[in-house]
């Protein structure tokens, strides 16, 4: 069945952009459980040859070519990478009861204390980024003795603590008064934000939201 | 000479995090051409394994899941995904002799003029991003008797004009007059941009600055 769906997709029987047969349609189509329709459909997804979305059926997909590869490197090597000299500077660090925003993402139990660091990443002595940074202590091990301002957080747990998977987010937002601040950039300008978590098989570990100053841009070829 | 490095990183006798000797010290080391240590590193670097730096150096990889993979749909298709209803309107089309930033990156000759075209679309019959897009005609045959006000140039490429690479660029701006008029939000209001060039073997096809409504969000998970 799904050796029969790739050839018609290659075939251009089935067009790029084209909607395909639905679910069932296909079933009573092959002769075949509705099951095996959905695997044969999500695995030709994960190659990227169709385009499933929940409400708007599934489609050929449109180009091979449309998955970027994005690189998430360390603060410190990217810095780095671009011949600058890197210096981290740790603004704050306590263990606070998280607001609720803060416990959904993080999943954890009203009440729990978590790791609230802060942390200001310096290209050539300059503010590049600051990071502010939940840490779910039962979930790092090692991360109460860690010395955070010799290394910071994020290479720290990067070297240490092996994660799963990871959920990331590309926005903007305008500064106010605190990100003018820290990044000594105005109020009002426009700042590239990462918000960025990971989790192992039981917790989530960490969930930090980056807020560069103005000028940065992610790069990436396909 | 490749296989020793990968068994030195897999009995972590080079840690993850670890500067690796440079090519002329492995060349030496393994008594083999600087080609051939070259070649070697680029293969684990591009396997992910090995964290290359032109002026820092090469590192082992901090961690195997680095690399985020970004899904960049077609702007219908990701409005319809969210369940809401599309169009585009055509702000301005013209053919024009671009500025000198955009003959760069154009890659096209002094005077040669290009087809400039400003599209916004809508979500729900609400401004949701604009593309400021050149478009080269030589690199495109058919565009100029495409209808695209009946099909978004952007929907029109992806299905007509095979593409080679891309190369994209993400950051943040602050919306002035013009944005805020087209975009129906204030000045001043930081707002997410994607920019974007295609290419095949002989041309760039298209350069577009993608600048979103307050509020937007890329997601991806690693």
């Not at 990067?158 to 601040?181: L, Q, W, Y």
Request: net charge positive; with cysteine.
């Amino acid at each position: 069945m799904q050796a029969e769906v790739l050839r018609r997709i290659n075939a251009r029987e089935w067009k790029p952009g084209d909607f395909i047969p639905n679910e069932s349609e296909l079933s009573v189509e092959f002769g075949c459980a509705r099951a095996t329709v959905n695997r044969a459909l999500r695995g030709l997804a994960e190659s990227g040859l169709l385009d499933r979305r929940r409400k708007a059926g599934t489609r050929v997909a449109l180009n091979p070519v449309r998955k970027a590869t994005l690189d998430i490197p360390v603060i410190r090597y990217e810095i780095e990478g671009k011949g600058q000299s890197y210096r981290h500077s740790v603004l704050s660090l306590e263990r606070m009861v998280p607001p609720s925003g803060i416990r959904a993402r993080m999943q954890t139990q009203t009440g729990v204390k978590l790791l609230h660091l802060v942390t200001l990443h310096l290209a050539d002595g300059k503010p590049y980024v600051f990071g502010d940074r939940w840490i779910n202590p039962d979930a790092v091990p090692g991360i109460e003795k860690a010395d955070l301002s010799a290394q910071s957080a994020n290479e720290w747990l990067v070297a240490n603590i092996p994660f799963e998977g990871g959920d990331f987010s590309f926005s903007a937002m305008t500064a106010g008064k605190r990100e003018a601040e820290i990044l000594a950039c105005k109020e009002g300008e426009g700042l590239f934000v990462i918000e960025r978590s990971t989790w192992n098989k039981s917790h989530v570990i960490t969930s930090v939201r980056l807020t560069f100053a103005p000028g940065y841009r992610m790069h990436t070829q396909i």
